[in-house]
């Protein structure tokens, strides 16, 4: 890929002045990950009828929208105990105006390479998390006169779903509209501070989550497997080959025959036997599988909407390698559906309430973009895996038409898995995996035969 010239760093505060001071966080912000997670936009040449000037309308309306979402142009700092808070103290976000020698046709099918490195903005993690913008922007130019625009955005500070809500009203002021959604930015709502109500019996604590994923038999440790190359491939389920996945899935003694299983479940436990396959473990291998819920909907009563934050929660579904490979996919889509269904409103007070009493936060929070080797670790034999199927990540316009393509950043951690819809055709998927380099190509042969 040609190289990228940097031409101007800007930082972006608020239009108007916002309110300032310590902004405490809820617990589920301090959990998991807390670094900035990226996605990419693809643009063609803005047409003859965008009349403006393309940074300028950026920076603007990114300046208008940081009044309404002020949290973003803070700065977090670390608390005793391995917590940390919010400082709300205008200091802005971060926006890089660049430009590439290249086309937008170099791209051949635009999964994540180290070349997209280049259009992301990069966070330097060893600088003091007070300095650290919480949002990040990149816009490149390329010789074509298409453009990409790459958000970083940290996930100590909002989920996807929040992320994807101030981009979407910044293309909303971008084109000259109103606010859709008012930011809801209070936490304390998912603050579990008063004592929880008396119960009719003690509620069972049954939080997978917060234990460490399984080993590899016969390691005390995952170093070894941290240190293996891995590598990243996007493979499409067409609607059909979707179809034929579930059918088998609800064809099982293990299916609910009123209800049958989800997309996500029915994926999910494909994704999950490949991998117990492809990494040949031996049959008694225990093995994990974080999944992460949105818990908008399920608290009692449901969150306000527009909620502001972190409202996911990561759940886990566990098993054995030989257990999965010897029984049909819909016991492997039983265990993640539930997993799914055990997220209640008391499950998740019961969560915060735990997380409330520790001693310290740091071995619940994913630091290996830190650079410690602490935190858990999803990697064999375990798997991550995130739905991103009802997220509203497509049509993203500022006023030059909407992306031709987009999807997330790298993401260069042994099991780590997306499954997002594919933007050009209706009801197919695309899974976006990370998976040793030994053992993809095994991956794929399975992931496919195995339909």
Known sequence: MAPIIFRKSYTIVPAEPTWTGRFPLAEWDQVGTITHIPTLYFYNKPSESFQGNVVETLKESLSRVLVHFYPMAGRLRWLPRGRFELNCNAEGVEFIEAE????????????????FENLMPQV???????????????????????????????????????????ISEWGRLARGEPLETVPFLDRKILWAGEPLPPFESPPKFDHKEFDQ??????????????KKKTIVVMLKLSKSQLEKLRSKANASKYADPAKGFTRYETVTGHVWRCACKARGHSPEQPTALGICIDTRSRMQPPLPRGYFGNATLDVVAASTSGELISNDLGFAASLISKAIKNVTNEY??????????????????????LGSAEGPFYGNPNLGLVSWLTLPMYGLDFG??????????????????????DQNEDGSVILATCLQVAHMEAFKKHFYDDI
């Open 100 to 115: 590439s020698e290249g086309r937008l046709s170099d791209f051949k099918d635009f999964s994540p390479t180290p070349e």
């Open 124 to 166: 330097n993690y060893k600088n003091p998390i007070e300095t650290i913008p919480l949002f990040l922007a990149q816009l490149t130019k390329f010789k074509c006169g298409g453009l990409s625009l790459s958000v970083n955005v940290s996930h100590a500070i909002v989920d996807g779903q929040s992320a994807l809500h101030l």
């Open 213 to 226: 994923p399984p080993f590899l038999i016969g390691e005390t440790d995952n170093v070894e497997e941290r």
């Open 348 to 369: 998740v007070m019961i969560g915060i309430e735990y997380l409330k009493n520790q001693k310290d936060l740091k071995k619940f929070q994913d630091l290996h973009a």
């Open 400 to 421: 030059w038409g909407k992306e031709f393509y987009t999807g997330p950043g790298t993401h260069d951690f042994d099991g780590d898995s997306l499954i997002l819809p």
